[in-house]
């Protein structure tokens, strides 16, 4: 059974920066793509950045520029580097992969950013 642990997440300032962790219990990472989404109170989770087995990034508009999603194949690790963080960056962070039809996801990480 794969597992996806997420952390990082915590109070910042607008302007700070975090940097998000997603370790998986096997070596799932190394040849899907991952991807964090995130879910603010009262609205749908939406996907914020994703990362190919190849290392091809994809961003939504609202973080281009902000954040940046790496990973660690030999770490089993994929991060999401926040900078510039704004108070509607605020949500649930989660970490996802998958194999074939089947999907992971990780508990979620609480991001919070005060204005």
């Known amino acids: 059974q794969v597992r996806l642990m997420e952390s990082g997440g915590g109070l910042v300032q607008a302007g700070g920066s975090l940097r998000l962790s997603c370790a998986a219990s096997g070596n799932i990472f190394s040849s899907n793509v991952v991807r964090w989404y995130r879910q603010a109170p009262g609205k749908p989770r939406e996907l914020v950045a994703a990362i190919t087995s190849g290392g091809i990034t994809n961003y939504a508009d609202s973080v281009k520029g902000r954040f940046t999603i790496s990973r660690d194949n030999a770490k089993n690790t994929v991060f999401l580097q926040m900078n510039s963080l704004k108070p509607e960056d605020t949500a649930v962070y989660y970490c996802?992969?998958?194999?074939?039809?089947?999907?992971?996801w990780g508990q979620g990480t609480q991001v919070t950013v005060s204005s």
């Open positions: 996802n992969t998958n194999s074939g039809l089947v999907h992971y």
